[in-house]
Nanobody, 115 residues
């Protein structure tokens, strides 16, 4: 079964930066799959943040465009999310997963932006 482990979250001040990492295991031919980052704030539903395809084509939700960058290293089976100019609205539990599949959600990594 596919396992996805998120890391890199933390507590930062507004305007700060974090780099999240998603490590995948139990999957062959990782490079052919689209991978997505999601986040969920308390009391709100999980939302899509960014996606990256097998050809490195990236898409972002409007609220993070110009601030977040998603990338992947297929040799290491990892996907990263570089987050710059963070604001309190970015606070939430961040997950990675593969759209179109029913893999279990990982533990996520907490991002808290506060002064």
């Amino acid at each position: 079964q596919v396992q996805l482990v998120e890391s890199g979250g933390g507590l930062v001040q507004p305007g700060g930066s974090l780099r999240l990492s998603c490590a995948a295991s139990g999957i062959r031919f990782f490079s052919i799959y689209q991978v997505a980052w999601y986040r969920q704030a308390p009391g709100k539903q999980r939302e899509l943040v960014a996606t990256i395809g097998h050809s490195d084509t990236s898409h972002y939700t409007d609220s993070v465009k110009g601030r977040f960058t998603i990338s992947r290293d297929n040799n290491k089976n990892t996907v990263s999310l570089q987050m710059n100019n963070l604001n309190p609205e970015d606070t939430g539990l961040y997950y990675c997963n593969i759209p179109g599949q029913t893999n279990p959600w990982g533990q996520g990594t907490q991002v808290t932006v506060t002064s």
